[in-house]
Protein backbone atom coordinates (compact mmCIF):
# COMPACT_ATOMS: atom_id res chain seq x y z
CA UNK A 1 0.00 0.00 0.00
CA UNK A 2 0.81 3.32 -0.29
CA UNK A 3 1.28 4.06 3.56
CA UNK A 4 1.76 1.97 6.91
CA UNK A 5 -2.11 0.94 7.80
CA UNK A 6 -3.38 0.26 10.76
CA UNK A 7 -6.03 -2.05 11.87
CA UNK A 8 -8.27 -1.41 14.06
CA UNK A 9 -8.27 2.58 14.61
CA UNK A 10 -10.02 2.16 17.86
CA UNK A 11 -10.48 -0.98 19.72
CA UNK A 12 -12.42 -0.83 23.10
CA UNK A 13 -12.06 -4.13 25.38
CA UNK A 14 -12.38 -5.10 29.22
CA UNK A 15 -9.94 -6.00 31.68
CA UNK A 16 -8.55 -9.64 30.96
CA UNK A 17 -9.39 -9.94 27.71
CA UNK A 18 -6.99 -10.65 24.74
CA UNK A 19 -6.59 -8.13 22.28
CA UNK A 20 -4.61 -8.16 18.64
CA UNK A 21 -3.35 -5.61 17.29
CA UNK A 22 -2.14 -5.27 13.19
CA UNK A 23 0.12 -3.34 10.88
CA UNK A 24 0.72 -3.53 7.04
CA UNK A 25 3.58 -2.18 6.49
CA UNK A 26 5.02 -0.09 3.36
CA UNK A 27 5.73 -2.71 0.89
CA UNK A 28 9.74 -3.42 0.47
CA UNK A 29 10.60 -1.64 3.73
CA UNK A 30 12.25 -4.53 5.96
CA UNK A 31 12.18 -2.68 9.42
CA UNK A 32 9.25 -2.92 11.33
CA UNK A 33 8.86 -0.88 14.73
CA UNK A 34 5.93 -0.93 17.37
CA UNK A 35 5.47 2.24 20.05
CA UNK A 36 3.52 2.49 22.41
CA UNK A 37 1.74 6.63 23.22
CA UNK A 38 0.13 6.67 26.35
CA UNK A 39 -2.19 10.11 26.73
CA UNK A 40 0.46 13.22 26.89
CA UNK A 41 3.34 11.45 26.37
CA UNK A 42 6.09 11.13 23.34
CA UNK A 43 5.60 7.42 21.73
CA UNK A 44 7.96 4.19 23.54
CA UNK A 45 9.39 2.16 22.08
CA UNK A 46 8.38 -1.49 22.25
CA UNK A 47 9.69 -3.92 19.47
CA UNK A 48 11.21 -3.93 16.14
CA UNK A 49 11.80 -6.40 13.10
CA UNK A 50 14.02 -7.05 10.71
CA UNK A 51 12.15 -9.21 8.30
CA UNK A 52 10.44 -11.98 9.99
CA UNK A 53 12.63 -12.23 13.34
CA UNK A 54 12.31 -9.65 16.47
CA UNK A 55 15.97 -7.85 16.31
CA UNK A 56 15.19 -5.92 19.57
CA UNK A 57 11.76 -6.55 21.81
CA UNK A 58 13.57 -4.58 24.86
CA UNK A 59 10.85 -2.35 25.15
CA UNK A 60 8.25 -4.98 26.01
CA UNK A 61 6.56 -4.24 29.52
CA UNK A 62 5.88 -7.90 30.40
CA UNK A 63 5.28 -10.79 29.22
CA UNK A 64 1.52 -10.43 28.25
CA UNK A 65 3.02 -8.73 25.07
CA UNK A 66 3.73 -10.60 22.02
CA UNK A 67 4.13 -9.54 18.43
CA UNK A 68 4.74 -11.94 15.59
CA UNK A 69 5.74 -11.05 11.76
CA UNK A 70 5.95 -14.20 10.06
CA UNK A 71 6.09 -13.39 6.73
CA UNK A 72 8.33 -10.36 6.90
CA UNK A 73 5.33 -8.15 5.70
CA UNK A 74 2.31 -7.65 8.43
CA UNK A 75 2.87 -7.90 12.00
CA UNK A 76 0.39 -8.51 14.96
CA UNK A 77 0.86 -7.32 18.09
CA UNK A 78 -0.71 -9.51 20.45
CA UNK A 79 -1.44 -8.59 24.51
CA UNK A 80 -2.99 -10.98 26.77
CA UNK A 81 -4.91 -10.44 30.25
CA UNK A 82 -5.51 -6.55 29.07
CA UNK A 83 -5.25 -4.36 32.15
CA UNK A 84 -6.42 -1.09 32.30
CA UNK A 85 -2.88 0.58 32.13
CA UNK A 86 -2.68 -0.97 28.90
CA UNK A 87 -4.52 1.98 27.42
CA UNK A 88 -2.56 3.67 25.23
CA UNK A 89 -2.38 4.68 21.01
CA UNK A 90 -0.17 1.73 19.75
CA UNK A 91 1.80 2.82 16.84
CA UNK A 92 3.54 0.72 14.22
CA UNK A 93 6.01 2.24 11.33
CA UNK A 94 8.28 0.90 8.40
CA UNK A 95 11.42 1.72 7.06
CA UNK A 96 14.27 0.75 4.63
CA UNK A 97 16.79 0.74 7.08
CA UNK A 98 19.82 -1.91 6.79
CA UNK A 99 22.49 -2.73 9.21
CA UNK A 100 25.56 -0.53 8.68
CA UNK A 101 27.22 -1.37 5.60
CA UNK A 102 24.74 -3.02 3.75
CA UNK A 103 22.74 -0.45 2.63
CA UNK A 104 22.06 3.45 2.71
CA UNK A 105 20.01 5.11 5.30
CA UNK A 106 18.27 8.36 5.82
CA UNK A 107 17.06 7.54 9.45
CA UNK A 108 13.25 7.87 8.72
CA UNK A 109 10.91 5.77 9.82
CA UNK A 110 6.99 6.20 8.26
CA UNK A 111 4.44 5.74 10.46
CA UNK A 112 0.87 4.81 10.43
CA UNK A 113 -2.30 6.31 12.24
CA UNK A 114 -2.28 3.86 15.17
CA UNK A 115 -4.75 1.95 16.87
CA UNK A 116 -6.28 3.07 19.83
CA UNK A 117 -6.93 0.60 22.57
CA UNK A 118 -9.22 1.34 25.85
CA UNK A 119 -9.48 -1.25 28.60
CA UNK A 120 -12.19 -0.97 30.57
CA UNK B 1 20.65 5.23 27.96
CA UNK B 2 19.49 8.55 25.89
CA UNK B 3 17.21 10.78 26.76
CA UNK B 4 15.20 13.38 24.78
CA UNK B 5 13.73 16.57 26.68
CA UNK B 6 11.41 18.94 25.16
CA UNK B 7 10.77 21.97 28.14
CA UNK B 8 7.73 23.50 26.68
CA UNK B 9 4.29 21.34 26.90
CA UNK B 10 2.42 24.85 25.03
CA UNK B 11 2.91 26.92 22.86
CA UNK B 12 0.62 29.13 21.16
CA UNK B 13 1.25 31.76 18.77
CA UNK B 14 -0.41 33.67 15.57
CA UNK B 15 -0.72 33.04 12.30
CA UNK B 16 2.61 34.34 10.07
CA UNK B 17 4.55 34.70 13.58
CA UNK B 18 7.44 32.79 13.74
CA UNK B 19 8.16 29.95 16.33
CA UNK B 20 10.95 28.34 17.71
CA UNK B 21 10.49 24.65 19.74
CA UNK B 22 13.03 23.82 21.98
CA UNK B 23 14.84 20.35 22.36
CA UNK B 24 17.66 18.79 24.40
CA UNK B 25 19.28 15.53 24.37
CA UNK B 26 21.62 13.32 26.77
CA UNK B 27 24.03 10.99 24.83
CA UNK B 28 27.60 9.72 24.63
CA UNK B 29 27.88 8.67 21.15
CA UNK B 30 29.18 11.18 18.34
CA UNK B 31 27.52 9.98 15.66
CA UNK B 32 23.41 9.67 15.56
CA UNK B 33 20.53 11.13 13.70
CA UNK B 34 18.12 14.12 15.04
CA UNK B 35 14.33 14.56 13.95
CA UNK B 36 11.39 16.93 14.48
CA UNK B 37 8.15 15.24 13.83
CA UNK B 38 4.64 16.63 13.66
CA UNK B 39 1.55 14.42 14.82
CA UNK B 40 -1.54 16.41 14.32
CA UNK B 41 -5.26 15.52 15.44
CA UNK B 42 -5.39 12.41 13.25
CA UNK B 43 -2.82 10.71 15.26
CA UNK B 44 0.21 9.99 12.30
CA UNK B 45 3.57 10.96 12.71
CA UNK B 46 4.86 13.44 10.37
CA UNK B 47 8.67 13.66 9.82
CA UNK B 48 9.14 17.39 9.53
CA UNK B 49 12.66 17.36 9.20
CA UNK B 50 16.03 15.57 10.05
CA UNK B 51 19.24 16.29 10.79
CA UNK B 52 22.76 14.01 10.93
CA UNK B 53 24.90 14.62 13.81
CA UNK B 54 28.21 14.77 11.41
CA UNK B 55 26.98 17.34 9.18
CA UNK B 56 27.43 20.88 10.92
CA UNK B 57 25.00 22.80 8.27
CA UNK B 58 21.65 22.97 10.00
CA UNK B 59 18.80 21.32 7.88
CA UNK B 60 16.31 23.81 6.55
CA UNK B 61 12.65 22.30 4.57
CA UNK B 62 11.02 25.58 3.18
CA UNK B 63 9.29 27.04 6.52
CA UNK B 64 10.85 24.51 8.78
CA UNK B 65 15.07 25.12 9.94
CA UNK B 66 16.95 23.89 12.83
CA UNK B 67 19.56 24.74 15.11
CA UNK B 68 21.59 22.26 15.98
CA UNK B 69 24.46 23.03 18.84
CA UNK B 70 26.45 19.46 19.37
CA UNK B 71 28.28 20.83 22.11
CA UNK B 72 25.08 21.71 23.69
CA UNK B 73 23.27 18.98 22.62
CA UNK B 74 20.98 21.63 21.78
CA UNK B 75 18.31 21.03 18.63
CA UNK B 76 15.29 23.07 18.35
CA UNK B 77 12.78 24.03 15.30
CA UNK B 78 11.90 27.21 13.83
CA UNK B 79 8.94 27.69 12.12
CA UNK B 80 9.02 30.82 9.73
CA UNK B 81 5.47 32.38 8.73
CA UNK B 82 3.72 29.97 11.02
CA UNK B 83 0.32 28.85 9.02
CA UNK B 84 -3.10 27.41 10.87
CA UNK B 85 -1.87 23.85 9.47
CA UNK B 86 0.91 23.72 11.51
CA UNK B 87 -0.97 23.29 14.59
CA UNK B 88 -0.09 20.01 15.91
CA UNK B 89 2.19 18.00 18.36
CA UNK B 90 5.83 18.50 17.98
CA UNK B 91 8.01 15.69 19.18
CA UNK B 92 12.02 15.63 18.60
CA UNK B 93 13.52 12.19 18.86
CA UNK B 94 17.05 11.01 18.67
CA UNK B 95 18.41 7.80 16.97
CA UNK B 96 22.30 6.56 17.24
CA UNK B 97 23.48 5.17 13.62
CA UNK B 98 23.97 1.96 14.83
CA UNK B 99 20.42 1.82 16.59
CA UNK B 100 18.15 0.82 13.64
CA UNK B 101 16.56 3.73 14.11
CA UNK B 102 14.74 2.62 17.36
CA UNK B 103 13.70 6.32 18.24
CA UNK B 104 13.48 7.50 21.87
CA UNK B 105 11.64 10.64 21.97
CA UNK B 106 10.38 13.87 23.88
CA UNK B 107 8.05 14.39 25.69
CA UNK B 108 6.04 16.30 23.45
CA UNK B 109 4.82 20.38 22.28
CA UNK B 110 1.59 21.14 21.69
CA UNK B 111 1.92 24.25 19.29
CA UNK B 112 -1.27 26.25 18.63
CA UNK B 113 -1.09 28.72 15.50
CA UNK B 114 -4.02 31.15 16.14
CA UNK B 115 -5.74 32.80 13.56
Known amino acids: GAGVSQTPSNKVTEKGKYVELRCDPISGHTALYWYRQSLGQGPEFLIYFQGTGAADDSGLPNDRFFAVRPEGSVSTLKIQRTERGDSAVYLCASSKWAPPGQGSNTGELFFGEGSRLTVL | AQTVTQSQPEMSVQEAETVTLSCTYDTSESNYYLFWYKQPPSRQMILVIR??????QNATENRFSVNFQKAAKSFSLKISDSQLGDTAMYFC????????????FGQGTRLTINP
Open chain 2, 93 to 104: AFTTIQGAQKLV
Open chain 2, 51 to 56: QEAYKQ
